[in-house]
């Protein structure tokens, strides 16, 4: 149940009120100053500050030198290994300013243990599953701000704006909303999928006293305090505004006496010197008696004069106006002292907030860039990695994350990052060879060696760069699931560290960065040496090169060294802690491959780099013979072919890998292709059908077309011909309806010579294949016309003509009568033929198409004319016809004795209306 709450400052007397769901409560302030101990936030925030700069160093050396040396060491390790590079990017993917800033500066949070490295990926992976899942909605930071200004301002003392504190409770506001939607989406997934999310902001104060009372006090959107903040301050601004009324009432009313006296040009009321005046002209100043000239015009022409009724109630508006700025400085000062009493859960709510902002990012940028979540080496206990595990790293086709994103050609600062989309200005360049990473599990030196440009520097910074991402919790690209250990410390030496400030030398600079990594590497450090015991004689170089590395190999977890000394590459030999690894150089095309082989060790391969730059000939057949003269009884040499015929075998095994490979592919996606079909077979056949029906239906709608112009033509001709003429027309529109009937067949019956010359009698009723009407269908034979051995068949209720050749039979009635078997032997012609019966014994009459000849019309007759009329239709009509008496509808007296006639007519075998929706025709079948 809501309650009232009040704070109440004794020295000012003010007290705010506001609802709140707690018990009401009472603070009383000793002043409107902040508390002197606020005073003090900025050293606390520099000593916090160092605090958690110095806890970033993983392992603190004892001695301050070792110290600095370790911090300098790490700055120096992620500047070489572009780590800003991928903090920039991973700002592009950060939703609070706060987070964008954070990343900006390279402050993305690394794992100062295992355990809390382990727990960021954890977030990360969360923060991807929620990403990518289509149920849920990213979550929503909009309405969370950088408040760490304000609340140190408000912590140094200074008094907040009214924005100032509205954007603070706006910020605790919508953090607050950011954890009941974390929590409602814990709560919809009982696997416990983001509860690593839920777990950031689970033990935060979201002060919602404090929002509560900022609320109630303050109007965010007109950036004020409100009436209700205060009593005093309520009952202030309402006597203000009363005088306001009265004053404003008065100067109104004594303005429009002035200018109707043509004192002033129009009424006037404006204010001057803090007091409601009224204007006048300076010559009709007498109009104001006991009035004060608060100013006057430019020109001097008009006067400002307060009159002297409102005097008193200026100085009360005044009076007013000073109290309620009071009160309103009182209500802030309340509400900054509380801000600044809240600040280090401020802090802590918003670093969390950040925090959570950062896990999104980190989702975000993996899903972006198909990263893969890596994985940290099992030890026991007593700090070794496990024996059962053989390698210490295993990651398969890793990709530098920069050159990655150079390949998507994306650059820093675009609009379309995480969107899926690459920029226009920027073209897609050739994607980054990917990398096998396997070292044992008892390695802890590798030696890398191979030509220059061949990817040596490249491949132990991307090793460097993938161990800071996972301790930072974030995923890199790569294959399968990666593995590596949790190294406490990066440390580098890449890159000339030649200062003719400090009067260092190339391989000086070099010597003092190993010194220094000497001095603060712990049992669990990664070390990256470029070039070791470069930059003076090689000698010398191999032989303390090899000192430092025997040195190191007892006091570290790995390092990765690369060289073009071959005497590094022996040391495997003689010491089982040391392994070989050589970057691919091919020789036909004189370029690199970027790949690495691992166990091998490579050659510099300078003469024929020289060679494919076009160095002179002659340069390089002299240093080929000095070679030879270095070389002891040609051993590089018989390397050299080892090596060339071992890596020609290696190419023919990954060929036939690769046919192998290619033909499974080929499989595969045939396999894919054939289930796809079977599994649309059913709406395959089932979109056949309708194309098929669709078809039919346009044909027959073409048909009917046709039908009907031949039946307008026919009934034309026969109208104009003569009775010797009717014969010839009656064929016209017969070969008219075969050949039509034959145009629309969808397959043709095939006649052999042998069958054309056969001697088939027609019989009426043969079931019979007519040439010209389709294979697939059968036709009736209804009358004999011997005189041009011929016959007429009816197919449907289409009759046409065929000549006996043209026919075939397919199904001879054997109750045919005696009678026509008699006239068919005679082979007299028969102009009249029994109809044609089907198999259920019923009779097929003619085609059921209206014409002017088959039509009789009644309407408009009386009952006695039609009745008469449609007598002498039914026996003027042919046998076995139909006949069409259009009736009409009107008083149905016309309709009724039609259908009474019909009924009882001995002709009339049935009758049918003409359609469901013409009830005005009747189809007579007439015998």
């Known amino acids: 149940m809501a309650t009232v709450a009040t704070i109440t400052s004794r020295s000012s007397n003010l007290t705010l009120l506001f609802f709140t769901s707690t018990p009401p409560f009472r603070v009383a302030l000793p002043s409107r100053r902040l508390p002197r101990s606020h005073r003090h936030a900025p050293q606390l925030l520099r000593l916090r500050t160092a605090a958690s700069a110095s806890s970033r160093t993983l392992m603190p050396p004892v001695s301050p030198e070792a110290r600095e040396a370790a911090e300098e060491l790490r700055l120096e390790a992620e500047s070489a290994l572009e780590w800003g590079g991928v903090c920039a990017r991973l700002a592009d993917f950060a939703a609070t300013a706060a987070g964008r800033a954070a990343c900006g500066d390279g402050r993305v949070p690394v794992g100062r243990s295992r355990e809390e490295s382990e727990r960021l990926l954890e977030q990360t992976a969360a923060a991807a599953a929620l990403l990518s899942s289509s149920s849920s909605a990213p979550l929503d930071f909009g309405g969370v701000g950088d408040v760490s200004a304000v609340v140190a301002a408000a912590a140094r003392g200074r008094l907040l704006a009214v924005r100032e504190i509205c954007g603070v409770g706006r910020s605790l506001r919508a953090a607050r909303g950011v954890f009941d939607q974390v929590k409602g989406l814990t709560d919809e997934m009982p696997d416990e999928r983001y509860s690593p999310l839920l777990d950031i902001l689970q033990d935060c104060d979201f002060l919602t006293e404090l929002v509560q009372m900022i609320e109630f006090c303050l109007d965010s959107n007109l950036s004020m305090v409100l009436d209700r903040a205060s009593e005093k301050l309520g009952t202030i601004r309402k006597e203000r505004r009363s005088n306001i009324e009265i004053l404003e009432s008065l100067l109104r009313d004594a303005s429009m006496k002035i200018f109707q006296a043509g004192g002033v040009d129009s009424p006037l009321v404006t204010k001057r010197r803090s007091r409601m005046c009224v204007g006048v002209k300076a010559s009709h100043k007498h109009l104001l008696p006991g009035g004060i000239v608060l100013s006057s015009s430019g020109s001097g022409a008009t006067y400002f004069m307060e009159p002297r009724d409102a005097v008193k109630l200026n100085n009360m508006e005044v009076k007013l106006s000073s109290d309620e700025r009071t009160e309103e400085l009182a209500v802030l000062g309340l509400l900054t002292s509380r801000i600044a009493d809240s600040r280090m859960k401020i802090r802590h709510l918003m670093g969390k907030i950040m925090e959570l902002d950062l896990a999104c990012a980190r989702g975000s940028y993996a899903l972006w860039i198909n990263g893969v979540r890596p994985a940290f080496s099992d030890r026991d206990n007593s700090g070794q990695l496990d024996p059962s595990s053989d390698f210490s790293v295993f990651i398969d086709g890793i990709q530098h994350p920069l050159l990655l994103e150079q390949s998507f050609g994306i650059a820093k600062g675009s609009t379309e990052v995480g969107k899926g989309q690459l920029s226009e200005e920027h073209p897609v360049s050739s994607m980054p060879v990917p990398l096998d990473m396997h070292v044992k599990s008892d390695t802890r030196i590798v030696v890398i060696s191979g030509p220059n440009t061949g990817g040596k520097t490249a491949t132990m910074k991307t090793l460097g760069l993938a161990t800071l991402m996972s301790k930072a919790g974030m995923f890199f690209p790569a294959k399968g699931s990666p593995k590596l250990p949790w190294f406490d410390q990066v440390l580098a030496d890449i890159g000339d560290h030649q200062s003719l400030e400090n009067s260092l030398s190339t391989f000086s600079g070099n010597i003092s960065r190993l010194r220094k990594i000497v001095q603060v590497v712990s049992r669990d450090s990664l070390v990256l040496i470029d070039e070791i015991g470069s930059g003076t004689d090689p000698s010398e170089g191999v032989s303390l090169s090899t000192s430092i590395l025997k040195y190191l190999a007892g006091r570290l977890n790995l390092a990765i060294v690369t060289t073009h000394y071959a005497d590094l590459s022996r040391l495997k030999a003689v010491d089982g802690r040391f392994e070989n690894a050589a970057m691919e150089f091919c020789l036909e095309t004189l370029k690199p491959t970027y790949r690495i082989l691992w166990g091998s060790t490579g050659n510099s391969n300078a003469l024929s780099i020289a060679k494919s730059i076009g160095f002179d000939q002659k340069v390089l057949d002299r240093a080929q013979e000095w070679v030879e003269k270095l070389l002891p009884d040609k051993q590089k040499e018989r390397q050299g072919l080892l090596y060339g015929s071992l890596l020609d075998e290696r190419n023919l095994l990954e060929s036939q890998a690769n046919e192998v490979a ?171 033929s029994s109809p044609e019966t089907k198999q259920d014994g019923s009779i097929s009459f003619g085609p059921v198409v209206q014409t002017s000849k088959n039509t009789v019309d009644l309407r408009g007759m009386r009952v006695s004319e039609a009745s008469h009329e449609l007598q002498m239709a039914i026996d003027g009509c042919r046998s076995y016809q139909v006949l069409f008496v259009v009736h009409g509808m009107g008083t149905g007296a016309v309709k009724e004795c039609a259908l009474d006639i019909l009924r009882s007519h001995p002709r009339v075998a049935k009758l049918e209306d003409e359609s469901p929706l013409n009830y005005g025709c009747t189809v007579a079948y007439i015998e």
């Open 662 to 832: 290619s033909v499974l592919s080929e499989v595969e996606v045939l396999y894919n292709e054939i289930c796809l079909e079977a599994d649309d077979l059913d709406n395959r056949v089932a979109a056949l059908r309708a194309r098929e029906s669709q078809k039919v239906q346009h044909e027959l709608k073409l048909v009917k077309s046709q039908m009907d112009l031949i039946i307008r033509n026919f009934e034309v001709q026969l109208k104009n011909s003569k009775l010797e003429q009717y014969n010839s027309v009656m064929k016209k529109a017969e070969a008219s309806t075969a050949s039509l009937a034959a145009a629309h067949q969808p397959t043709e019956f095939a006649f052999s010579d042998d069958e054309n010359k056969s001697s088939y009698v027609p019989q009426i009723g043969d079931k019979v294949y007519v040439e010209g009407l389709g294979g697939g269908s059968l036709a009736t034979v209804v009358e004999i016309l011997s005189e041009d051995g011929s016959c007429m068949v009816q197919y449907g209720k289409i009759k046409v003509r065929a000549k006996n050749n043209k026919m075939k039979l397919a199904q001879r009635d054997t109750k045919e009568t005696s009678a026509s078997s008699s006239v068919q032997g005679k082979g007299r012609p028969v102009k009249r």
